[in-house]
């Protein structure tokens, strides 16, 4: 029973001081909104003062100046935090609250919850402007290159042209084909290379028929897919078609000659040299690049340089910098409200505080009466203890003595039988 009065008895002590903790975050919150309530009623001030109408412009611009440096302050105060802990919470997170136990029991009544709720959320003018500033964003748009495995076949990752009979990672191929593997030009027939690109595929001469899928992927995350352009030209034996995500683009593709093409997407097409528009789209994600080649016999590849894939990328940059609206957009009547607000917030703290106040003294009370109850536990068990010990105690003693007393008989009877 002691052992369990003591573990509630430590409970109750760090509760204790997550209640003072709660409390001085209450009274930090309270401190911030009193100079709030101050700042509103200069800008209330300022506001009665603009619309004189013996004030000149220059006047109303001073009004102005003190009025933004004021929105400012507001801000600042907004960002106040306690222990890392925001004293309050942005207009994304109106009811957001925090919670601290009152026992070391969890049930609902014996939960407080810590009110964030403040400024930017709650003073927002008729006209929609907000006081102490809106969070500008800034965003960026640029034309970038898309990272390809390669930019053409038969070439490593730095562009230089592989061996005779390495085989091409750039490109996965399947099909009668199932290695893309640099192989020689077949001369007279194929194409020559450039000097940036090589054949991939099989220069056997005991091909069968058959057709070969050569494939490259590239991803288009975060770019806008309405913009992509693909640029590169190709030459297949046999015949080669040109696919995206599966979708034909309507090109054909043969040995004796690079053919160069020009692929631009938008919303819902991909336009092919400028004319021809095949519907569907490039895909916000991975994409693939595929080049299927069909083959009468003997050798069969693909030969394919400067592949260039690009798109706009919008780049969304968040930054502390505020715009600010000068007196006119808020109205005497948007200050009443704001301060009315305030007035609520102060009252709503309060509250909070007064039941903080009186839980740590219902918790100071609970530590005193159960430190006593332990106690009387604690001297019951010892004063019974005490007396068990003594009743052993005695009876060893008794024991003993009898034990002592017949050892004495028997040397008197001995010492008889040897007198006599």
Known sequence: MGNKLDSKLKRLEKIHQNLKNSISFTQLQEGALRNVGVILTRMSELKTMSIDVTKNSSDIENYNKEFVELQKQLGAITRHKFNGISLFTNIDKKDHALQTLTTDNSSTENVVSLA????????????????????????????EPISTSAGATGVDASGNKIAIGTTDANWSVNGLLTSSTRINTIAGAWVSEPPTAAWIGSDNWANPAGSST?????????????????????????????????TDMGLAFGFRSLRSFTLEGDDSSITVDGTSVIPGAFLSGI??????????????????????????????????????????????????????????????????????????????????????????IMDADMAQESSRYAKTNVLVQSSASMVAKANQLSEIALRLIVHR
């Open 214 to 246: 050569f494939t490259m992927d590239f991803d288009l995350t975060g770019y806008d897919v309405s913009t992509v352009k693909i640029t590169g030209m190709a030459a297949t034996d046999d015949g080669g078609r040109l696919e995206i995500n599966g």
């Open 287 to 376: 994409n693939q690049f595929t080049m299927k080649v069909n083959n009468a016999m003997g050798p069969h590849g693909l030969l394919f340089d400067q592949l260039s894939i690009s798109a706009t990328k919008t780049t969304t940059t968040a930054t502390n910098s505020f715009e600010f609206e000068d007196l006119d957009m808020f109205s005497m009547e948007d200050f009443s409200g704001f301060i009315q607000n305030i007035a609520s917030a102060i009252a709503q703290v309060g509250a909070e505080q007064s039941r903080l106040n009186m839980e740590v003294r219902q918790n100071e009370s609970a530590r005193v009466n159960l430190e006593a109850a332990k106690s009387r």
């Open 116 to 143: 964030r709720n403040f400024v930017k959320s709650e003073y927002i003018a008729e006209s929609g402007a907000i006081l102490g500033g809106k969070e500008i964003t800034s965003s960026s748009t640029s034309v």
